[in-house]
């Protein structure tokens, strides 16, 4: 079955540690995007992703980086700059990149945490 | 404040029951989209309704758009135990060639049995 994966599902951050979230898809699509969700908040856009070897900046990109080495990977590596990195983040694709008629597909998400 | 932003922010209702959510926004839309995310989980895309649509149906889901007045709401009908979820609306703008996806905060529906 296609889909999204995420992984890990739990991860848990020393304070001045980098720690990097996997996301690979298997749909074949060219965008792919991710997002920080905060309780009783809707998602924030933090990188997306167009093509391969290209990446922009969200709403929310500092204290975060990405790459985009392979149509099917797009891993995100919260930074030591991010000061209050505990939420949920979510990986999202979609078939063009944001051509606005298209649905996203989302992976089931890892939380973080300071430990 | 959020581009689209979902009414109530909280809901319960009895199975069986039919459960209408609410989303107004501020700005032209290329389309609205809505979305359901059960906890703990990412967010399943439900329906997209475009910006020259008005109504729009899937299953047990009518959606309808009302770009005079900015909003739109979804209707579940004949509502499930299994529909208990947060449902969030999506609106796509455009700058140029630009698109943007923003989400609301999100409607968190019970549906008791």
């Known amino acids: 079955d296609g889909g999204i994966t995420q992984s890990p599902k739990y991860l848990f951050r020393k304070e001045g540690q980098n720690v990097t979230l996997s996301c690979e898809q298997n749909?074949?699509?060219?965008?792919m995007y991710w997002y920080r969700q905060d309780p009783g908040q809707g998602l924030r856009l933090i990188y997306y992703s167009q093509i391969v070897n290209d990446f922009q900046k969200g709403d929310i990109a500092e204290g975060y980086s990405v790459s985009r080495e392979k149509k099917e990977s797009f891993p995100l590596t919260v930074t030591s700059a991010q000061k209050n990195p505990t939420a949920f983040y979510l990986c999202?694709?979609?078939?063009?990149?944001?051509?606005?008629?298209?649905?996203?597909?989302f992976g089931d998400g890892t939380r973080l945490s300071i430990l | 404040s959020q581009q689209g932003e979902e009414d109530p922010q909280a809901l319960s209702i009895q199975e069986g029951e039919n459960a209408t959510m609410n989303c107004s926004y501020k700005?032209?839309?290329?389309?609205l989209q809505w979305y359901r995310q059960n906890s703990g989980r990412g967010l399943v895309h439900l329906i997209l309704?475009?910006?020259?649509?008005r109504e729009k149906h899937s299953g047990r889901l009518r959606v309808t758009l009302d770009t005079s007045k900015k909003s739109s709401s979804l209707l579940i009908t004949a509502s499930r135990a299994a529909d208990t979820a947060s449902y969030f609306c999506?609106?796509?703008?455009?700058?140029?060639?630009?698109?943007?996806?923003?989400f609301g905060k999100g409607t968190l529906l019970t549906v008791n049995p």
């Open positions: 309704i475009r910006s020259n649509e």
């Open positions: 749909l074949n699509h060219d965008a």
């Open positions: 999506a609106t796509s703008t455009s700058r140029g060639s630009n698109y943007k996806l923003t």
């Open positions: 700005t032209s839309i290329n389309n």
């Open positions: 999202a694709s979609s078939i063009r990149p944001l051509s606005g008629n298209q649905p996203q597909h």
